[in-house]
Nanobody
């Protein structure tokens, strides 16, 4: 079983930056893809950014050029650097991992005003 714990959320003004972290523990398989999803109030959960074990990354069009996903396998940690934040980025951000997004963190709130 894998545990994922996110941190780094908070409140920021538009144009600001935040860096989210997700630490994985338990049975972690470095072949797992890892990613960030988000869910705004009243909306469906959407994929923000994902990274494969070989470092390929994909981004939602709404965040491309502003967000950067990275992973440190030695530390079992996933990051999401978020720059030029907009109010529409406000959401709960979730870390996920697995071959089919099998594991999820509890989420961290990001509020942009």
């Amino acid at each position: 079983h894998v545990q994922l714990v996110e941190s780094g959320g908070g409140s920021v003004q538009a144009g600001g930056s935040l860096r989210l972290s997700c630490v994985a523990s338990g049975y972690t398989d470095r072949r797992y893809c890892m990613g960030w999803f988000r869910q705004a109030s009243g909306k469906e959960r959407e994929r923000v950014a994902v990274t494969s074990t070989i470092g390929t990354t994909t981004y939602a069009p709404s965040v491309k050029g502003r967000f950067t996903i990275s992973r440190d396998n030695a530390k079992n940690t996933l990051y999401l650097q978020m720059n030029s934040l907009k109010p529409e980025d406000t959401a709960v951000y979730y870390c996920t991992a697995g071959f089919n997004w099998d594991y999820w963190g509890q989420g961290t709130q990001v509020t942009v005003s």
